[in-house]
């Protein structure tokens, strides 16, 4: 490990201090935008308006593009690279194309999007546009996109590899939050709030948390309780939702791909998976950045909207909760601004401001 002037260890890349528990090796590619890494900040206040104490928030916002899927892609496209592929394809609500646009261009490879026309964040949708993916709009939902991309990444005759969560590597990535969490309270949290979508996510959390128990660096893994969008809910459901609908865009999918690891992730947690309505993700939205100063995308509510409906009903106290935030606030910033207040203007005097500020 290199060292700093000051003595300092210099921080390693995020695949290097995990290395023993990924699919890594010396052919591996050393590629990175210096992922990981994120704050796990407790949440004093809100703990306290919740009456939850030990309330904590993992703020993957603070990746290289903005969320948490470049945990699973510097892996994922590392390993394309390692394949030999000269391109990744991705279908996205947003997030994901953000992050492969970027990683694919780090590579030097071409980066391909599917995704539903005209629902998807601004902020996200630039983000791959500006970092130069191909990108294609459809008449469909994202469950539609997925299917697509599906097929033409295994057609024959293109060197092309698929980095949705569907790829292991994906998962292998993401996983390292639940050892960061781990590392960071040296200690498994009893509860992991996250919103669920695609459902990968809480799948690779939940197989963090098993290698770190497995591995004797914890004692015990936590309940996993997952949260989807009230009009997103198949888990709730039981079933596919054919039109999903939520202002949550990350988390606008009606047939997760993930749906049999993230029910097992349940299960075995002795977890659940819930749902919580646009309101209350809004409240809980709302809530972390006005109490707590955490700025997120929309979707990064839905966890702490379960754990504080949890509360209410009793179900939830004094246990060491970490929730979740997916995703940055400027991912969504239509959202944002449909939910503040206009700006109060004034004349340029001392005066005129006191009045508006109605001192």
């Known amino acids: 490990m290199t060292e700093t002037v000051r003595g300092m260890a210099a921080r390693p890349r ?51 593009t903005g969320s948490f899927k470049d945990r699973g892609m510097v892996v994922a496209v590392s390993k394309a690279l390692e394949d030999g592929s000269q391109a990744v ?3 996205s609500t947003g997030n994901t194309s953000a992050s492969a646009a970027a990683y694919a261009a780090a590579a030097g490879i071409e980066c391909i999007v599917v995704l539903p026309k005209g629902r998807i964040a601004a902020g996200k949708l630039l983000q791959a546009l500006v970092a130069g993916a191909r990108v294609v709009a459809i008449d469909g939902n994202f469950d539609d996109a997925l299917r697509i991309v599906r097929e033409l990444a295994a057609e024959g005759g293109r060197s092309v590899t698929l980095v949705n969560s569907v790829n292991p590597h994906r998962l ?19 509860a992991l709030a996250i919103p669920v979508g695609n459902a ?24 996993m309780l997952g949260f989807q969008a009230a ?30 690891k993230a029910a097992a992730a349940r299960d075995e947690s002795g977890g659940r998976i819930d749902s919580v309505t646009d309101d209350e993700i809004l409240d809980a939205w709302r809530d972390l950045a006005r109490v707590e100063g955490i700025f997120c995308e929309p979707s990064s509510g839905a966890g702490v909207a379960g754990v504080r409906k949890l509360a209410a009903a009793g179900e939830l ?21 449909r939910a503040v207040a206009p700006i109060t203007e004034a004349h340029p005097t001392a005066d ?8």
């Open 14 to 64: 995020l695949v290097e201090r995990y290395r023993r528990f990924l699919p890594i090796t010396d052919a591996t590619p050393a590629l990175t935008l210096g992922e990981g890494f994120t704050p796990l900040v407790h949440l004093r206040r809100l703990g306290e308006r919740y009456g939850l104490p030990n309330l904590h928030a993992k703020v993957e916002g603070q990746n290289p």
């Open 89 to 91: 394809i991705c279908a």
């Open 172 to 190: 292998e990535g993401q996983k390292t939050a639940a050892f960061e969490v781990c590392d960071d309270l040296g200690r498994a949290p009893d």
């Open 200 to 223: 990968g996510n809480i799948s690779a959390w939940w197989a963090g948390f098993c290698e770190y128990r497995a591995a004797g660096i914890v004692d015990t893994a936590p309940r």
């Open 231 to 260: 009009g997103a809910a198949p888990f709730v459901a039981g079933h596919p939702i054919d039109h999903p609908e939520t202002i949550a865009t990350a988390i606008r999918i009606g047939n997760p791909a993930s749906w049999a």
């Open 317 to 337: 106290s004094a246990e060491l909760i970490v929730c979740v935030l997916t995703g940055a606030g400027l991912k969504d910033p239509a959202t944002a601004e």
């Open 352 to 359: 005129a401001v006191r009045s508006a500020l109605r001192w």
